[in-house]
């Protein structure tokens, strides 16, 4: 599975972004995918993950603010970032879960910068 992720950018305080990740080489179904982000100097942290189903979950720092979807048949997730805060500048990951090699695959990371 290769991930291919978009859409990161500089914006100013309370400015929107919305992040897209296509997968490909895709042998089994993918489970969940997910968005996660790694703040200069910190360890990387789950933002939002969506099953196949369109069950979703936050971290509570971005409820409210952010949205995740997915479209399955076209094995892309999306995630919409509303009102954002400089503390949501962060490298952004794609992460996909493959339940029938229960294996993880990353996509390259794409910045996302919030100046105050």
């Known amino acids: 599975v290769q991930l291919q992720a978009s859409g990161g950018g500089l914006v100013q305080a309370g400015g929107s972004l919305r992040l897209s990740c296509a997968a490909s080489a895709t042998i089994f179904p993918i489970n969940a995918m997910g968005w996660y982000r790694q703040p200069p100097g910190k360890q990387r942290e789950l933002v939002a993950s969506i099953d196949r189903g369109g069950i979703a979950t936050y971290a509570d720092g971005v409820k409210g603010r952010f949205t995740i979807s997915r479209d399955n048949a076209n094995d892309t997730v999306w995630l919409q970032m509303n009102t954002l805060k400089p503390e949501d500048t962060a490298v952004y990951y794609c992460?996909?879960?493959?339940?029938?090699?229960?294996?993880?695959?990353w996509g390259k990371g794409t910045q996302v910068t919030v100046s105050s």
């Open positions: 992460k996909a879960f493959v339940l029938t090699t229960l294996m993880d695959y």
